[in-house]
Antibody
Framework: QVQLVESGGGVVQPGGALRLSCAAS????????MHWVRQVPGKGLEWLAI????????HYGESVKGRFIISRDNSKNTLDLYMNTLRTEDTAVYYC??????????WGQGTQVTVSS | QSALTQPPSASGSPGQSVTISCTGT?????????VSWYQQHPGKAPKFMIY???KRPSGVPDRFSGSKSGNTASLTVSGLQAEDEADYYC??????????FGGGTKLTVL
């Protein structure tokens, strides 16, 4: 079965950096586009970034453009999100998500990121 | 403010039907058939319920259906059951290689 397991969350000071990782299994990772989506607890969902199956295509949401970088390693079935210049408003649960026909098919359990001094 | 507009709450009694709306613009919901819906129970990750406006992933009961008219998409839950009580989110491809979500609707089964 499809499994997506995020890691790397934690507490970081404003202006700091963090790297999130997602280990994928149970499907052909190297044939699927992947996303990162976040959710402030008790609030709605926000799309952050997509990376194409071969990593040549990457797109970002306006709130993270220029600060976050999405990447993948198809040899290791891993997806990463490098987050720089973090702000308090980046505090959220971050989800790794498999794409299907422009929808978000499978979600990981999420990893909590807290930006606080 | 979310890009897509959903009512904050909806409710119905067991066995009844309820419809949740999701209103966008001609640049997202109205411009593409890439509308999807998600169910989220407290403390859990969202679950993929509907994609491409009206397609159901394997395992999703046929009590859940989707539709679209102009800039508004809708999710209908028929034959409401207690376990349907959850938050529901819509999403649409927004063109220019970005995706947008609705603010979510809390569905209460009375």
């Amino acid at each position: 079965q499809v499994q997506l397991v995020e890691s790397g969350g934690g507490v970081v000071q404003p202006g700091g950096a963090l790297r999130l990782s997602c280990a994928a299994s149970g499907f052909n990772f190297n044939r699927n586009n992947m996303h990162w989506v976040r959710q402030v607890p008790g609030k709605g969902l926000e799309w952050l970034a997509i990376i194409g199956w071969d990593a040549t295509t990457k797109h970002y949401g306006e709130s993270v453009k220029g600060r976050f970088i999405i990447s993948r390693d198809n040899s290791k079935n891993t997806l990463d999100l490098y987050m720089n210049t973090l702000r308090t408003e980046d505090t959220a649960v971050y989800y790794c998500v498999k794409d299907l026909d422009w929808g978000f098919e499978y979600w990981g359990q999420g990893t909590q990121v807290t930006v606080s001094s | 403010q979310s890009a897509l507009t959903q009512p904050p709450s909806a409710s119905g009694s067991p066995g009844q039907s309820v419809t949740i709306s999701c209103t966008g613009t001609s640049s997202d919901v109205g411009g593409y058939n890439h509308v999807s819906w998600y169910q989220q129970h407290p403390g859990k990750a969202p679950k993929f319920m509907i994609y491409e406006v009206n397609k159901r992933p394997s395992g999703v009961p046929d009590r859940f259906s989707g539709s679209k008219s102009g800039n508004t998409a809708s999710l209908t839950v028929s034959g409401l059951q207690a376990e349907d009580e959850a938050d529901y989110y819509c999403s649409s491809f927004g063109g220019r290689d970005n995706w947008v979500f609705g603010g979510g609707t809390k569905l209460t089964v009375l």
